[in-house]
């Protein structure tokens, strides 16, 4: 047993099974053994590959959206251009290379980026130097302005409680002991308050998820926009509603049961679009679209084409994989999707379609 195992083992034997979403918070941020707090996890030498290490066209065409977002906002001043769960800090720079010929935007930004892993915020601080960087532990604190935010892979590796339907009521998934070995179980049926609306769609052993952190983010994001105007891009994978066990853990880019070793492993859940969505009302929520539909719409293959031009042999090759891999329906094109949230008096968001009688999945 690893030793946040054991730790789990004894509480569990002391007051009972704990729910996923304990579970998870547990074996991602426990301050001595938790897999954010003491590592690096991205790329081909860590556990997992996000697309801000596939590709800089990645964060390039986003940063781009975002400046052509605040363009037509008026181009207000100052702003605050922000991340969540910025990782090695990628993202925000190929973001803050590619809108560094914007006009008036790097002198209007003012960035801040949410982190809760120390190791993470050393290497984000060494990848955006000489940026001046403001961290955050929670959206919470983030200032009073404009605010400009994309969250690539965070609502993903949010704790998530789980559970199945068991006639009118809900019966949770909680993770217990079983002859010492750590197991899932279920508890007795309950009505949940916050699955009423799932009845109508779902049938005895159905499993649900919901992401109890989610709702409380989404309106901070919410109440910043609506009243100072901004706009926010949410990728992730997950869809317009949660259906079935999305629950996983990645080590070394394989798939590892979730119990088997705590702390070591990458445990994330699939995201329910529809309830950040509801969460962030007033905001309007654009058609949630799939990533290569989008990044195809932002102009991904012309800027892939330019850069090729100075590649070739193996180099060109990796060019040719890493656009596949952002765009194709059998990679991450379709099993990742974009939210776009601006106020209801915005223009769209570049990349992205809204109508007054349409939301949910494009």
């Not at 604190?141 to 969250?151: E, G, Q, S, V």
């Not at 070739?312 to 991450?332: F, I, N, Q, W, Y």
Request: proline share 7%; hydrophobic share 40%; aromatic share 6%.
């Amino acid at each position: 047993m690893t030793p946040l195992a054991k730790i789990l083992a004894r509480q569990i034997a002391t007051t009972g099974p704990i729910s996923v979403a304990d579970f998870m918070a547990e074996c991602l941020l426990h301050p001595d053994h938790g897999y954010y707090a003491t590592r690096d996890p991205f790329g081909t030498s860590g556990d997992f590959t996000t697309a801000p290490e596939i590709s800089q066209m990645f964060g390039e065409l986003l940063g781009l959206a975002l400046a052509q977002a605040w363009l037509d906002q008026g181009a207000p001043a100052p702003i605050t251009l922000a991340e969540l769960g910025p990782g090695r800090g990628t993202l925000m720079a190929d973001i803050l290379r590619a809108t560094g010929r914007v006009p008036g935007f790097h002198a209007a930004a003012r960035l801040h980026l949410v982190e809760a892993s120390p190791v993470l915020r050393t290497a984000q601080a060494k990848s955006l130097a000489p940026h001046d960087v403001t961290h955050h532990d929670t959206v919470d604190t983030l200032p009073d302005a404009p605010l400009f935010l994309i969250a690539n892979e965070f609502f993903d590796a949010l704790p998530i409680r789980q559970f199945q339907r068991d006639g009118t009521g809900w019966r949770e998934r909680q993770v217990g002991l079983e002859e010492g070995h750590l197991t899932f179980g279920l508890t007795a049926a309950l009505p949940v308050r916050d699955l009423a609306h799932r009845l109508d769609d779902t049938r005895d052993g159905d499993l649900v998820e919901i992401c109890p952190a989610s709702p409380a983010i989404m309106a901070q994001v919410a109440t910043r926009i609506e009243a100072q105007g901004g706009a926010a891009l949410i990728i992730d994978y997950g869809d317009w509603r949660s259906g079935g066990d999305t629950f996983q853990a990645i080590a070394a880019h394989d798939h590892v049961d979730p119990l088997a070793t705590p702390g070591t492993a990458d445990l994330t859940a699939h995201v329910d679009f529809e309830a950040l969505a509801r969460s962030a009302a007033p905001l309007t929520p654009h058609l949630l679209t799939p990533q290569g539909l989008f990044l195809e719409r932002l102009g991904i293959t012309q800027r892939a084409q330019t850069l090729a031009a100075n590649l070739s042999g193996d180099a060109l090759e990796a060019h040719v994989k890493a656009h596949r891999r952002l765009t194709h329906p059998d990679e991450m094109g379709t099993l990742f999707k974009v939210l776009g949230l601006t106020r209801a008096d915005a223009p769209d968001l570049p990349g992205l379609t809204r109508t007054p009688d349409q939301t949910g999945p494009a």
